[in-house]
Each structure stands twice: as C-alpha cells, then as structure tokens.
C-alpha cells in the first residue's frame, strides 16, 4: 500500500471539497446510496466505529480503504485540526485513484 500517494489524493479530494468528514456524516452518506465511492479509516478507530463502517461499506459495496495512518494524520490531510476517524471521497476519479494505490499493481482498476 503506497499511503503517501493515498494521503495526496485525500488531500486533493479535500481541496475540491469532495469529502465527508466524521463517522456520523460518513454514515448518512453511505446509506444515500450514491456519490460515495471509497472511505477510509484510520488505523486507530474505535472498534464501534470500525464496525459500523466496516458493516455499511460491506453492505452498500463501498471500497473501505485502511491507510497506515492514525486519526491525527487523516485530520491533518484533509485540512482539519482536530482528529478524523474516517473519511468518504465522493469524486470518482481520485476514489480510483486512492483504490489504485491501496492494492497491488495487478489488481488495479483500469
């Protein structure tokens, strides 16, 4: 997984305003149904909010991205202060993007 690269997609999603911020928001947006098309978790989530994350992207088929990064430096990347236990990308391309980079180079999407 090349978690630079990922956290630089985030970054631009972020500057486009293309994200959801927080699990509460991340939540309602997955069960909209549409315009999510990854999120990511960091890797020091509550176990709560692991699962219920990890339930709704199984469930709606949503790509759940686990970066090598804590909540501090997801925050930090999407340009808030405070720490972020998930993020939901809504732009199409920079989700496959982010996909691309959280998996090996022979399983990427084209």
Avoid at 20 to 46: H, N, P, Q, Y
Wanted: proline share 3%.
């Amino acid at each position: 997984m090349k978690t630079d690269k990922i956290l630089t997609y985030l970054g631009l999603a972020a500057a486009k305003r293309s994200v959801v911020l927080g699990t509460d928001l991340v939540l309602k947006e997955i069960r909209k149904g549409k315009g999510t098309w990854c999120v990511l978790l960091a890797s020091d989530a509550s176990q709560r909010t692991t699962k219920q994350i990890t339930d709704k992207c199984n469930f709606y088929e949503i790509p759940l991205i686990h970066p090598d990064c804590d909540m501090e430096a997801l925050g930090k990347r999407v340009g808030k202060a405070s720490p972020t236990a998930c993020v939901a990308v809504k732009d199409r391309s920079l989700a496959i993007q982010i996909i691309n980079n959280s998996k090996d180079e022979e399983s990427a999407i084209q």
